[in-house]
């Protein structure tokens, strides 16, 4: 459902090769609009697929599994018809991906209506929740921006180098971060050749979801400085967090512990010390590439993560939640190498 958008279309893409998967419908609520060969042109095998408005009894006619790549606020209640269905969802939007229902209202401008599902639903990092991944019926897909910033975190909030408190993220994502909807800000002349911060000072929706996770991790409160910026590029996304140790340590023991911790975790890369990713080296694929270092005049660790935004950071993620879901292999569909150049 929202196939038409970037997350949408790239999960097409991936699903059309998936050895596990049969795509049954496409959903889209500018269904009549466009013909799908001018939709997906680049993907034929979809041309003789239905396209059809989003009705969610047809859709449980039809499927096992849904993918609801539709905007923040249009998924709950399509989602609460899906699973009293009997159709398992994972939602691409952010509404299920705040535990708590009093978010929503200060960040995304609208009461929950579902609260018992926020309960329910799985935050889809598959690298900490695998477990609950495998049992669950509604799976909360998380944003590119925390995704990024988790996975270069968590190894250090595991090993105990650090703690609750203040964690400041510059971050940089490719235009595609910000939607296919038109828009004067991202045409062409509008975004060559300048980068562009936006939703700064803690106004950007994916704080909470940060702050959250961070906090389950820590096992104290996290508050996060975060700075986005849109850069001229179509994909990508490249973040940093500057982080206070807890004790002294050196690049070597933070490669070695990151590379412990995603040992059985076949999507995140960890360079050796040294090593700084690049978002290049991630296009097209599923796999998310970590780089540490430390600043010996400050005493600060830098955490680098390199990834895809709309693969790892969206579409893909997506997908090995399906694998787990479903028992498959975790790589099922999404062992691509990276595009380069």
């Avoid at 971050?171 to 975004?191: C, H, M, N, Q, T």
Wanted: negative net charge; proline residues 9%; contains cysteine.
């Amino acid at each position: 459902m929202g196939v038409t958008g970037y997350a949408g279309m790239e999960l097409l893409r991936l699903c059309l090769s998936h050895p596990e998967i049969r795509v049954t419908l496409l959903c889209s609520r500018s269904a009549e609009e466009t013909g799908k060969e001018d939709l997906f042109p680049h993907l034929p095998q979809a041309h003789d697929l239905p396209l059809l408005p989003p009705d969610p009894g047809e859709i449980a006619s039809r499927a096992e599994v849904a993918f609801l790549s539709v905007p923040h606020g249009s998924a709950a209640p399509l989602a609460r018809k899906l699973l009293s269905e009997g159709v398992r969802v994972v939602d691409l939007s952010a509404d299920f991906r705040l535990r708590s229902p009093e978010l929503y209202p200060l960040w995304y401008g609208w009461e929950h209506p579902f609260p018992d599902l926020l309960e329910e639903a799985v935050y889809g990092l598959p690298e900490i929740h695998r477990s609950r991944i495998r049992e669950a019926s509604l799976v909360a897909n998380p944003g590119c921006y925390p995704t990024a910033f988790l996975l270069s975190l968590a190894p250090l909030y595991r090993a105990g180098v650090i703690g609750g408190g203040k964690v400041v993220v510059d971050a940089k994502s490719g235009i595609s971060g910000a939607g296919r909807s038109p828009a004067r800000d991202y045409l062409f002349s509008e975004v060559d050749g300048t980068v562009r911060p936006y939703a700064v000072g803690g106004k950007h929706r994916h704080l909470p979801e940060m702050e959250q996770e961070a906090e389950a991790l820590a096992g104290e409160p996290v508050r996060v400085v975060f700075t986005p910026h849109l850069i001229p590029m179509s994909r990508g996304l490249l973040s940093v967090a500057y982080l206070t140790p807890c004790r002294e340590v050196g690049e070597e023991e933070l490669c070695r512990w990151a590379t412990e911790f995603y040992a059985s975790s076949p999507f995140v890369r960890v360079l050796p010390p040294g090593r700084i990713p690049e978002t290049k080296w991630t296009l097209g694929s599923n796999y998310c590439l970590l780089g540490y270092t430390v600043d010996r005049r400050s005493g600060l660790i830098l955490a680098f993560a390199a990834l895809d935004n709309l693969v790892k950071g969206a579409a893909g993620q997506a997908v090995q939640n399906l694998n787990l879901m479903f028992g498959f292999s975790e790589t099922a569909g999404l062992l691509s190498a990276p595009a380069f150049p």
